[in-house]
């Protein structure tokens, strides 16, 4: 893995919802590139930029009509291709979404694919039963002249691509090939045509979704894993430096396939314990179900099962992980809590290790807006509100009369009215990135030893011989306890005394040993 993939400091860019260039009310390319001077001050070095290929945005552009082409939506090629030389001028890499587990209905393969008798060259590239008669699961029937039913991967606009099958049903040989079968092998070289595209355009990799499930039937994995060795192995070779992040909420999983990175989601009970576990920060009750989060300001969660997952990562997997402040696909993290708490997950993810992964707007303290739904989001739509650059309409999104979606409406989240304030979010956030770029403790490569799991949340970073302390206390309760640090990097609500350090409500500490 690349030494710039284990320092990464990726921030996700939802692109129809970043910035508004042009009055339309929908955020663009050229968008982005006005901002690159904020996300440059804020100290990000890299950026995953949601899908902005040809789209009808059924799921939010996560349903492509042709991978080869940019959506109107969002500005030209050349204003794309503008956005990336940009970034890297300004020093940032570029990691953009592979979205190759399915198609739109609308995309032209699967028109052919669909005819009555279709086109030779599609006909095998979706997953289609041998009869419109044969039951499959998640299969759609008689939605065309053809004398089968499509399987999807879960919307019905989204028909799943060929990538075939690892244990295939007694009798249905006819169309469940195994993974292996040379009959899939032009589809694989087209997904590898995609990634060379982009590749050759600048980009310096990609979140793939749902990068565990392209294969069927494959409770074993090894489907998957051999076909993102095969695909992976041949994008290094058209660049070596190239990134594979993964969806999956598995990093031992996804780096035995090849991907450099994994972030934890929702899919990772122990992520959910850390941020996710109280009543109304989940997408569903079950994933609520521990009942409490570590990080909230009762005090009554659990860092043990996390410490767990991460430490077999640690011990096992050739990979690495990230730890994301939240997604376009979850509940916006700055829900149910309060910012003293958002400023101890932000204190925890830039020191910890792990590659931290931020979610725009959440460095400003975004909410989840419960009452939108559009392109196919429903209470995902909420975590994907206009950024709020300042207190302007729209929050200084657009001058459109009308927004993509509603922004809020309190004034203290936008990056305009934290900027002024030292003690904001947005300014707390900014300094413990410069603190993660400027000492090598914080690397993903660093050693990290624990001194206390329960609260409050105490340990330590070592690169070259030195040694930082961190300790955390996410909670309303103080805490007081015995080390007697030398330099002091970052703090917020502590008390120092001659041997001893009490960590007030939200209180956080980094310093030298």
């Keep these: 893995m690349k030494k710039w993939i284990k320092d990464a400091i990726i921030y996700e860019i939802y692109p129809i919802s970043f910035y508004d260039s042009n009055g339309d009310g929908l955020g663009d390319f050229n968008g982005i590139t006005q901002k690159i001077p904020y996300l440059v001050d804020l100290g990000v070095n890299t950026v995953w930029i949601n899908p902005f290929y040809k789209s009808p945005f059924k799921d939010g552009g996560y349903d492509v009509t042709d991978y080869y082409a940019v959506d109107k939506r969002f500005g030209s090629m050349q204003d ?3 956005m990336l030389q940009a970034f890297h001028k300004a020093g940032i890499r570029v990691i953009v979404d592979l979205v190759v587990g399915h198609t739109s209905d609308e995309h032209m393969w699967f028109k052919k694919s669909k005819q009555a008798k279709p086109d030779p060259k599609y006909k095998d590239w979706y997953v289609w039963t041998d009869c419109c008669f044969t039951p499959a699961d998640r299969s759609m029937k008689g939605m065309s002249k053809r004398n089968g039913n499509y399987i999807v991967n879960y919307y019905a606009f989204q028909p799943a691509l060929n990538y075939g099958f690892n244990e295939i049903k007694k009798g249905e040989e006819s169309w469940q090939w195994h993974y ?145 402040t939240g997604f376009h696909d979850i509940i916006r993290i700055a829900e149910k809590k309060d910012v003293g708490v958002l400023k101890c997950i932000f204190a925890f993810i830039l020191t910890f290790k792990c590659v931290p992964q931020i979610y725009y707007g959440d460095e400003i303290g975004i909410k989840h807006n419960y009452r939108v739904n559009k392109d196919g989001g429903y209470v995902r739509t909420g975590a994907r509100t206009p950024m709020q650059w300042d207190n302007s309409a729209h929050r200084g999104f657009t001058k459109a009369k009308r927004a993509y979606l509603p922004t809020e409406t309190a004034k ?79 703090q917020e609500n502590v008390e120092r005394k001659e041997k001893t350090i009490k960590l007030k409500k939200y209180g956080f500490i980094v310093a030298k040993m």
Excluded at 218 to 237: H, R, S
Excluded at 268 to 273: A, I
Excluded at 459 to 472: H, L, P, S, V
Aim: contains cysteine; hydrophobic residues 35%.
């Design 412 to 490: 203290k989240r936008s990056v305009e009215n934290q900027k002024e304030d030292e003690h904001s979010l947005c300014n707390t956030v900014k300094s413990l990135i410069k603190l993660h770029k400027e000492y090598p403790q914080f690397s993903y490569e660093a050693d990290l030893t624990m001194i206390n799991s329960g609260y409050p949340l105490e340990f330590m970073r070592k690169a070259n011989g030195e040694e930082i302390y961190i300790a955390i206390n996410p909670t309303e309760k103080e805490w007081e306890i015995k080390q007697n640090p030398q330099t002091v990097l970052a």
């Design 80 to 82: 794309c291709e503008n």
């Design 180 to 324: 292996t079968d040379e009959r899939l092998k032009p589809l694989r070289d087209e997904i590898i045509n995609i990634i060379r595209f982009w590749l050759e355009k600048g980009v310096d990799g990609f979140r793939v979704d749902l990068a565990n499930s392209l294969v069927k039937a494959d409770k074993d994995g090894e489907g998957v894993k051999w076909f993102w060795n095969i695909v992976i192995g041949e994008a290094k070779k058209i660049n070596p430096d190239c990134c594979f992040l993964a969806e999956w909420g598995n990093p031992i999983k996804a780096a035995e396939c090849g991907f450099d990175l994994d972030y934890l989601c929702h899919a990772t009970q122990p992520y959910n314990e850390l941020f996710r576990s109280d009543k109304g920060t989940n997408l569903t009750p079950w994933l609520e179900r521990a009942g409490h989060s570590y990080f909230a300001k009762e005090g009554e969660g659990s860092f043990e099962n996390f410490l767990a997952y991460v430490t077999e990562i640690f011990e096992t997997s050739q990979g690495a992980y990230s730890i994301p």
